[in-house]
């Protein structure tokens, strides 16, 4: 199996800042990585430096074999044929003074074959969406705001999809009915993410491959399944219960 995404020697922060300290990972096509560490580690840095919205100082980024380093961030999504990357960010960045359906169809991306994503199969794996399709983005809920950000990633039909902390601050519910999602979208179809989450135990749970990041660089590798098994070394790492 082939690596979908490759960095090698990433450094990258903002300003004159270095966050990012000559940082090398892949991730392979299907595959879901948990990309874990404590706060203020670099784990948004680095997703925020794969879309291109921080300033790299050296290294490459390959997606599908292509050096994308150089591109600009709305080349990363629109640029590559088998599809670029979709971005979840933190803070969501839903269009709030547009519909549930104008935000889907405003940056939806043509693709075709059964697992094609549209604004019908989001509302599919989304049933609140659908519901709420005429809906202005400030009339939802903080929970419906991240379904619409993600279903919104979706339809631009990424090969890489990117979840900054996508279970933040919701309610236990909405975090069930997310998880089940992503776990559909990488687990059943395949799709390649990287998962950022402070919560381990349940992002290792539908992941492959799992990385903490200390100080901008990688501290520990390990499979998702056997990291999840070792608690105290989890306590250790990242200073979880």
Do not use: C
């Amino acid at each position: 199996m082939t690596d979908l995404l490759s960095v090698q020697g990433l450094v990258a922060g903002y300003g004159e800042a270095v966050v990012l300290n000559e940082l090398s990972l892949s991730v392979r096509a299907g595959q879901t990585l948990a990309l874990l560490g404590r706060n203020g580690t670099g784990k948004t840095t680095l997703i925020n430096t794969l879309v291109g919205t921080t300033r790299r100082f050296a290294g490459e980024i390959l997606l599908g074999g292509q050096a994308i380093e150089h591109w600009p961030s709305h080349r990363r999504v629109t640029g590559l044929p088998q599809g670029g990357i979709g971005w979840v960010p933190q803070e969501r960045n839903i269009f709030k003074s547009l519909t549930v359906h104008e935000n889907l169809t405003a940056v939806a991306r043509p693709a075709s074959g059964p697992n094609a994503w549209t604004p019908e199969r989001v509302y599919a794996l989304f049933p609140r969406l659908a519901e709420r399709r005429d809906n202005l983005g400030t009339q939802l809920s903080g929970g419906e705001q991240q379904m619409l950000a993600v279903g919104r990633a979706l339809v631009v039909n990424p090969s890489l999809l990117l979840l900054d902390e996508p279970l933040e601050g919701l309610a236990p519910i909405i975090v069930e009915e997310l998880l089940s999602a992503i776990r559909r979208i990488t687990r059943e179809e395949g799709l390649s993410a990287i998962i950022v989450e402070q919560h381990p135990d349940l992002v290792l749970a539908i992941s492959d491959q799992a990385v903490v990041l200390e100080r901008g660089q990688i501290i520990h590798r390990e499979s998702a399944a056997t990291l999840r098994t070792q608690p105290e070394l989890l306590q250790r790492l990242i200073g979880v219960e």
